[in-house]
């Protein structure tokens, strides 16, 4: 499985619409299909923590017999704010299967200009990364998609997550389109990014809600995982 959704989930030199002190704290409930079939749930989490600085978690647990198979993985990032950019300071990943446990680290050096990831990392991604202002890990350009989203706008944000650096661009509807999930009806802003010929990862932003109301994940034309809200509350 892709780090969620890294998903997710992607790093940012833009100029922001909003102050990073617009952080809002939530807790956010998903339900996660696969090709219409329930996986799961999903838990999507900000909330401050000490020093100004900020966490964002990501957790998925498979239901029923996907338990056992195992869509149990689990995210995080703690960050501080500089300016409007969200800036990595860590970022951890733990997934378990049947048999398995993988788990890895990284930590943003901010002094040392580099990322270095540490645990079940591939050989080709355990090198430090070199970092650039704006760089984000996965689950903060979540974040920054939600800030940033306004109809009609190209995103550019550069990805610094599990030992690799990469730019990604997300394109923006030009007006919001009706998105059901679950009971709720919502107009959402659609957020698209293109990974390659094959792959997509696409974000439904609704204006007032501060996590997405969906986050859509495909290969080879074949929905991954598909996260669709049900409940978010405030955090304080």
Same mark, same amino acid.
């Given at each position: 499985?892709?780090?969620?959704?890294?998903?997710?989930?992607?790093?940012?030199?833009?100029?922001?619409?909003?102050?990073?002190?617009?952080?809002?704290?939530?807790?956010?409930?998903?339900?996660?299909?696969?090709?219409?079939?329930?996986?799961?749930?999903?838990?999507?989490?900000?909330?401050?923590?000490?020093?100004?600085?900020?966490?964002?978690?990501?957790?998925?647990?498979?239901?029923?017999?996907?338990?056992?198979? %195992?869509?149990?993985? &689990?995210?995080?990032? *703690?960050? +501080?704010?500089?300016?409007?950019?969200? !800036?990595? =300071?860590?970022? $951890?990943?733990?997934?378990?299967?049947?048999?398995?446990?993988?788990?890895?680290?990284?930590?943003?050096?901010?002094?040392?200009?580099?990322?270095?990831?540490?645990?079940?990392?591939?050989?080709?991604?355990?090198?430090?990364?070199?970092?650039?202002?704006?760089?984000?890990?996965?689950?903060?350009?979540?974040?920054?998609?939600?800030?940033?989203?306004?109809? %009609?706008?190209?995103? &550019?944000?550069?990805? *610094?997550? +599990?030992?690799?650096?990469?730019?990604? !661009?997300? =394109?923006?509807? $030009?007006?919001?389109?009706?998105?059901?999930?679950?009971?709720?009806?919502?107009?959402?802003?659609?957020?698209?990014?293109?990974?390659?010929?094959?792959?997509?990862?696409?974000?439904?932003?609704?204006?007032?809600?501060?996590?997405?109301?969906?986050?859509?994940?495909?290969?080879?034309?074949?929905?991954?995982?598909?996260?669709?809200?049900?409940?978010?509350? %405030?955090?304080?």
């Amino acid at each position: 499985m892709r780090p969620l959704l890294q998903l997710l989930l992607f790093g940012a030199a833009l100029a922001c619409s909003l102050p990073a002190a617009a952080l809002v704290p939530f807790v956010a409930q998903y339900d996660v299909y696969r090709g219409g079939s329930e996986l799961g749930e999903a838990t999507m989490q900000l909330s401050p923590s000490d020093a100004g600085r900020w966490r964002i978690d990501l957790t998925m647990r498979g239901t029923g017999l996907m338990r056992i198979a %195992g869509i149990n993985a &689990e995210q995080s990032t *703690v960050f +501080d704010t500089v300016g409007d950019t969200y !800036r990595p =300071l860590s970022q $951890a990943t733990l997934r378990r299967a049947v048999f398995t446990r993988r788990q890895r680290t990284g930590i943003y050096d901010w002094s040392a200009r580099q990322a270095r990831w540490q645990g079940d990392v591939k050989k080709t991604r355990q090198a430090p990364v070199p970092l650039q202002p704006g760089d984000m890990s996965g689950l903060l350009i979540n974040l920054a998609v939600i800030r940033d989203a306004q109809p %009609g706008r190209t995103l &550019e944000y550069r990805f *610094v997550d +599990d030992g690799r650096a990469r730019v990604h !661009r997300y =394109l923006v509807a $030009a007006e919001p389109e009706p998105v059901k999930v679950g009971d709720l009806s919502y107009n959402a802003l659609r957020v698209s990014r293109l990974h390659s010929d094959a792959d997509e990862t696409v974000i439904w932003v609704v204006d007032g809600v501060p996590t997405p109301v969906r986050i859509l994940q495909r290969e080879n034309g074949s929905d991954t995982y598909d996260l669709r809200l049900t409940e978010y509350r %405030g955090n304080e």
